[in-house]
């Protein structure tokens, strides 16, 4: 099992670019999260997925859009990549019911200049 | 959003010695998680609470959820130089969502 992996680890990007963000898991979750993670924040959750294509809005999803075209995939998507969007993206998932937490990637580190 | 008020922000210590930190939240939660973060990766969970008044332990740390539900307590004892990280709280109430304190940055000195 590889768990939760995110592609790509790091990535610089200009101004008005765009570009998809890619989580995947292999535990068979339903439940999938994106978050962003600045100094001194936390962690705040950006959009999130109860199941295959489903998507809901998270504290802070301005700028953002997601996919979840499959259960094992959740996708985070920039159409117009702003200064304010440089951050570490994290991805988690978890089984539904209770007791049953989230699994965090190792991240993802996106600056835009 | 829920804010949740986490401190100390950073504590520095001897190896050896324990730890506490504590969250506070606005609101009532009915599930309280306790994460710790290595640099350049993911948080990891380190104890799940979900009933007030909880204590619960995982080798050297016990955590508790707190009677008015809205807040939770983390103690490490006789830490270690691998303790070292940033530790995070968190929140759920009856939605999907996670709620997260702004960390506790613990450095421990050989």
């Known amino acids: 099992n590889a768990g939760v992996t995110q592609t790509p680890k790091f990535r610089v990007l200009k101004t008005g670019q765009s570009m998809t963000l890619l989580c995947a898991q292999d535990m068979n979750h339903e439940y999938m999260y994106w978050y962003r993670q600045d100094p001194g924040m936390g962690l705040r959750l950006i959009h999130y997925s109860v199941g295959e294509g489903t998507t809901a809005k998270g504290e802070v999803p301005d700028g953002y859009n997601v996919s979840r075209l499959k259960k094992q995939n959740f996708l985070l998507g920039l159409e117009s990549a702003a200064p304010s969007q440089t951050s570490v993206y994290f991805c988690a998932s978890r089984l539904t019911g209770w007791g049953y937490e989230q699994y965090f990637g190792p991240g993802t580190r996106l600056t835009v200049t | 959003g829920q804010q949740l008020n986490q401190s100390p922000q950073s504590m520095f210590i001897q190896e050896g010695e324990d730890v506490s930190m504590n969250c506070t939240s606005s609101s009532i939660f009915n599930t309280w998680l306790w994460y710790k973060q290595d640099p350049g990766e993911g948080p990891v969970l380190l104890i799940a609470?979900?009933?007030?008044?909880e204590l619960t332990s995982n080798g050297r740390l016990t955590a508790q959820f707190g009677i008015t539900r809205k807040d939770s307590f983390l103690n490490i004892s006789a830490s270690i130089p691998s303790d070292v990280g940033i530790y995070f709280c968190?929140?759920?109430?009856?939605?999907?969502?996670?709620?997260f304190g702004t960390g506790t940055s613990l450095t421990v000195i050989p």
């Open positions: 968190a929140g759920r109430s009856t939605g999907n969502q996670f709620y």
């Open positions: 609470l979900y009933k007030a008044g």
